[in-house]
């Protein structure tokens, strides 16, 4: 290891350049290839647990401005588990860039959808925020740590300020719906 790059190539850190200029050195990847499959296929069910249950974060007479929400949530969170289970399947540089795919469009579409539902009480959309943010964040986090195809997540993540991570377990998800979203929500179901 004679340069910098060969340093960062053989450990797997990454820099990121921000809009400022400023470069980012965080090691993101896992410690084996499949450890980022592994805990995303524990994670997973939970976010769609979590997508699932944005619903019950409102009351009924505001149902139906989350509900579509809620549909893309479900919607987006299965795209990534149906990618994941087809790299699971035949694991190929094709298949793993389909995972990055469906998350990247998981992390873009979904708040797109959470901004034109035009969720007008304060409470509802701090709370529907917050989940929406949960699960973004971590299929980011999942992403980031994918090896070769993980950039756009990790610049998503720079830009929250989030510069080391690590893949959460079921348990902590369920946690931190827990204090994150519940905390928010005038009702909420408890994980």
Known sequence: MNTRRDFMKHTGM????????????????????????????????????????????????????????????VTLVGLVSDAVNAYNANPSNTTLQ???????????????????????????????TAAVDLIVTTLDIIAANIPKVGLAAKQRLAAKSITSVKIPTAAQLRQQWNKQVCTKAKVCKMM
């Open 14 to 73: 990454v820099v990121l350049g921000t809009a400022a200029g400023v470069e980012l050195l965080s090691g993101f990847t896992c410690s084996t290839a499949q450890t980022w499959l592994t805990l995303a296929e524990q994670d997973l069910p939970v976010l769609a647990e979590q997508a699932a249950n944005i619903l019950s974060l409102v009351l009924p007479a505001e149902g139906a401005i989350v509900k579509t929400v809620v549909t893309a949530a």
């Open 98 to 128: 389909n995972v990055s795919n469906a998350i990247n469009k998981a992390s873009t579409d979904l708040p797109q959808v959470l901004a034109a539902a035009h969720i007008v009480d304060p409470i509802t959309l701090a709370a529907v």
